[in-house]
């Protein structure tokens, strides 16, 4: 059976695409740029930055594009008035609680949509005590934007070890391991997978932050050797 196509516009382009196909994919085939944050090809969109809204048929509501399915016939908008204006309230009010300083594409974007970093000048920071519990990784979740991308790849998205988990709800939720272990304690393998697909300083190698930190090579060769376990004694 052949697969059913459908055709749309976007920003007044025709387009066609197989059924199904999301709209920042179709966009994307005829290269159309939607910023993303949490948006990854190698794990599951779930809609959560609110970044790649596009205007779908003037509809009452944006809908993301990492997740809304093209309709036939649909007339798409990416870059019109209201939509830039959605844009870049959710990156002023993003920076306005978290530690943006060690994310460039996030800078990038708050740049080209000209946010204002004094927009909320009361606003409630995300601070969390930096954790260094393992010979691998920094985590320092104040750089954290909840975009998922770790805590999927750990899990069915990729390694199936599912050493990490989201804690608390609302404005305190955080990145975490379950009942808060350190990494040393909890099913971590130590792939890297988490710290390559982090989008900002939250995860970060102990070799590339102790070299920031100022530490010698040696002191560094020091963090990062895990220590050995010593032999169980003979009965």
């Known amino acids: 059976m052949s697969e059913k196509m459908i055709t749309l516009t976007i920003d007044g382009q025709p387009v066609t695409v197989p059924e199904g196909t999301t709209i920042l994919e179709a966009a994307r085939q005829i290269e159309k740029d939607i910023p993303i944050i949490c948006y990854h090809d190698a794990t599951t969109s779930n809609g959560l930055c609110r970044l790649c809204v596009v205007d779908v048929n ?4 944006l809908q993301p594009a990492c997740v809304a399915q093209c309709q036939e016939g649909a007339a798409i908008e990416t870059h019109n008035e209201r939509v830039e204006r959605s844009r870049r309230t959710i ?11 060690q994310a460039p594409e996030i800078q990038a974007q708050f740049h080209d949509y000209q ?12 601070d969390h005590v930096e954790l260094d519990d393992n010979p691998f990784y920094i985590r320092d979740y104040s750089q954290c934007v909840l975009c998922w991308r770790c805590v999927q790849v750990c899990a069915e998205d990729a390694q199936y070890t599912f050493a990490l988990t989201l804690g608390e709800r609302g404005f305190d939720t955080h990145v975490t391991t379950l009942f808060d272990l350190g990494m040393m304690d909890s099913p971590c393998v130590f792939c890297g997978q988490c710290v390559g697909i982090c989008p900002t300083g939250a995860l970060k190698p102990k070799v590339e932050w102790g070299l920031e930190q100022g530490f010698s090579a040696d002191e560094i060769r020091q963090m990062t050797r895990r220590p050995r376990r010593k032999p169980e004694a003979e009965s």
């Not at 990156?91 to 300083?101: F, G, H, Q, R």
């Not at 946010?115 to 995300?126: H, L, S, T, V």
């Open 115 to 126: 946010a204002d970093p004094e927009r909320f000048p009361g606003a409630k920071r995300r």
């Open 58 to 61: 003037k509809g009452r509501l």
């Open 91 to 101: 990156l002023e009010m993003l920076d306005s609680a978290v530690d943006l300083s």
